[in-house]
């Protein structure tokens, strides 16, 4: 059973930063896509950013390209997404999720980290 616990989520004025970190844990992740996704309320969904757990190849939304990094340490387990130059308009809940290289879609979830952006 996969299990992702994400934290680092707050408060940050705008122009900040902020890291958020996702623990993963019950698996082999070699073969797992990890993404961040963020949901504000009233708006659907959103993938901002993913990471392929072997090879480290990257995918990010338009919409945070080249303020958000996203990461991963391999012997920690752990999946980051760096947010930099934060706006009010990034203040969402965010959620880590995983995947195998082979699912069309995610299929696990952490329980998620707010993130609140005053400006």
Same mark, same amino acid.
């Given at each position: 059973?996969?299990?992702?616990?994400?934290?680092? #989520?707050?408060?940050? *004025? =705008?122009? !900040?930063s902020? +890291?958020?970190?996702? $623990? %993963?844990?019950?698996?082999?992740?070699? &073969?797992?896509?990890? #993404?961040?996704?963020? *949901? =504000?309320? !009233?708006?659907? +969904?959103?993938?901002? $950013? %993913?990471?392929?757990?072997?090879?480290? &190849?990257?995918?990010?939304?338009?919409?945070?390209?080249?303020?958000?990094?996203?990461?991963?340490?391999? $012997?920690k387990?752990?999946?980051?997404?760096?947010?930099?130059?934060?706006?009010p308009?990034?203040?969402?809940?965010?959620?880590?999720?995983?995947?195998?290289?082979f699912?069309?879609?995610?299929?696990?979830?952490?329980?998620?980290?707010?993130v609140?952006?005053?400006?």
């Open positions: 059973q996969v299990q992702l616990e994400e934290s680092g #989520g707050g408060l940050v *004025q =705008a122009g !900040g902020l +890291r958020l970190s996702c $623990a %993963a844990s019950g698996r082999t992740f070699s &073969n797992y896509h990890m #993404g961040w996704f963020r *949901q =504000a309320p !009233g708006k659907e +969904r959103e993938l901002l $950013a %993913a990471i392929t757990w072997s090879e480290g &190849n990257t995918y990010y939304a338009d919409s945070v390209k080249g303020r958000f990094t996203i990461s991963r340490d391999n $012997a387990n752990t999946v980051y997404l760096q947010m930099n130059n934060l706006k308009e990034d203040t969402a809940d965010y959620y880590c999720a995983s995947k195998t290289k699912q069309s879609s995610y299929n696990y979830w952490g329980q998620g980290t707010q609140t952006v005053s400006s």
